[in-house]
């Protein structure tokens, strides 16, 4: 597909990018759902601290003791395709030296000859389990925003290595997107969340062109929707918190919305909340 090529390393880390492991579920059901194999690892020595990310010890199959430590590794599928082929960045963020991680890993991708950068995120946010999840695409490059009809980020604060990557990938040639899902916040804690992991592969399939198999993710999407409204029934003050979610959020979707009314609906929310204007609140969120 134009924009982002017929090579597309699709990247997520454990940790601070991946609310609700929605970033990492996805690609980890891309792992399972088709045949990949290891191009490249790291060395963990040079880019993690044991002491916030341990290795771990278990049992295999066969009765022994088996030590694994915190990796990094790139993927290929092993099955040939005449469309995209979507290649596997996953693991952990690393500690320190990233600067040198996340070069060390573009120049593999340019190596291989990967044609597009895709990373995936995850955010806890202020919006309804019950609505679908919204996914920001963007991406610097504005060729690929032109191609692919891409937003630009206004964020601007701390990122996670996943932005490191990406903006050394776009120095380096790599065409690169990035798809960030909003995780509602009062549930992020009840791991994962199937819905945003299911909204990123749907997203990643618009923008990549590549087949993707969404296996029984649709059902365990469902399955985790229910289990938050059985939870929420049974408390009124949450309840009634989602429901001033849902109206928020249906105001935002409405085609009739203009800028004045959702200002005006956001800032009946805050005060509602407690946070207007002058109350020590948040300022509304932005896109990453």
């Known amino acids: 597909m134009e924009g982002l090529g017929r090579r597309v390393l699709v990247a997520a880390f454990d940790g601070w990018n991946d609310a609700g492991e929605a970033a990492s579920s996805a690609v980890a059901h891309l792992r399972d759902s088709g045949g990949y194999e290891t191009v490249y690892s790291v060395d963990p020595e ?17 009765g022994a003791r088996e030590l694994t430590w915190p990796e ?5 599928p092993t099955r040939a395709t005449r469309g995209t082929q979507l290649w596997l960045l996953t693991g952990v963020e690393p ?22 950068f895709v990373s995936m995120g995850s955010m806890m946010s202020d919006v309804p389990h019950t609505r679908p999840i919204s996914v920001f695409a963007g991406s ?4 690929v925003r032109a191609a692919l009809g891409l937003e630009r980020s206004s964020y601007e604060g701390p990122v996670g290595i996943l932005s490191v990557i990406s903006h050394v990938a776009t120095a380096a040639g790599i065409p690169s997107a990035q798809l960030w899902a909003s995780v ?12 945003a992991s299911l909204a990123l592969l749907d997203r990643l399939e618009d923008i990549t062109g590549a087949k993707v198999d969404r296996g029984d993710l649709p059902t365990q999407a469902r399955t985790w929707e229910a289990s938050i409204d059985a939870a ?19 105001t935002w979707d ?10 005006q609906e956001f800032e009946k929310y805050l005060r509602r909340r407690g946070d207007g204007p002058g109350r020590g609140g948040r300022d509304e969120p932005r896109k990453p």
């Open 254 to 263: 409405s085609p009739e919305a203009s800028g004045d009314a959702i200002a």
């Open 95 to 116: 500690a320190r030296a990233w600067q040198a991680f996340a070069s060390e890993l573009v120049d593999v991708a340019l190596r291989e000859d990967i044609t597009g």
């Open 184 to 195: 509602p916040h009062y549930v992020a804690g009840h791991t994962p969340s199937p819905k």
């Open 46 to 62: 040079l880019y993690f601290d044991y002491q916030y990310t341990r290795p771990q010890i278990r049992t295999t199959a066969d």
């Open 140 to 143: 610097e490059s504005e060729p």
């Open 232 to 250: 929420a029934a049974d408390d009124e003050e949450m309840t009634e918190y989602i429901h001033q979610l849902e109206r928020t959020r249906d």
């Open 72 to 76: 990094t590794t790139i993927l290929r």
